[in-house]
Nanobody, 125 residues
């Protein structure tokens, strides 16, 4: 079992920044691929970013366009998503997730087997 708890969401103006955190407990954090996803009402949950077990490989959704950075601190069991130049269309509930069957980057939502409860990000125009 893996428990994930996100934090760091909130209300920010267009162009602002937020850093999301995901605290992991349970199975060995540094053994698995991690990812961030987001969900907006009326839309499917979508991939945002993923990072390999080591942290050396990352992959991002096209809409990120260099604005977000995913990172991890395996010593502290923490996953991060630094979000800069935020836009109103980034408004969503953001979730962290772990794929316990992989160690490299994974972009397919169905491959992730543990999820946090989500944190709301709202970007005002």
């Amino acid at each position: 079992q893996v428990q994930l708890v996100e934090s760091g969401g909130g209300l920010v103006q267009t162009g602002g920044s937020l850093r999301l955190s995901c605290a992991a407990s349970g199975r060995t954090f540094n053994s698995y691929t991690m990812g961030w996803f987001r969900h907006t009402p009326g839309k499917e949950r979508e991939f945002v970013a993923t990072i390999s077990r080591s942290g050396l490989s990352t992959s991002y959704a096209d809409f990120v366009q260099g604005r977000f950075t995913i990172s991890r601190d395996n010593a502290k069991n923490l996953l991060y998503l630094q979000m800069n130049s935020l836009k109103p269309q980034d408004t969503a509930v953001y979730y962290c997730a772990v794929d316990t069957d992989n160690t490299n980057v994974v972009v397919t939502i169905g491959d992730y087997d543990y999820w946090g409860q989500g944190t709301q990000v709202t970007v005002s125009s």
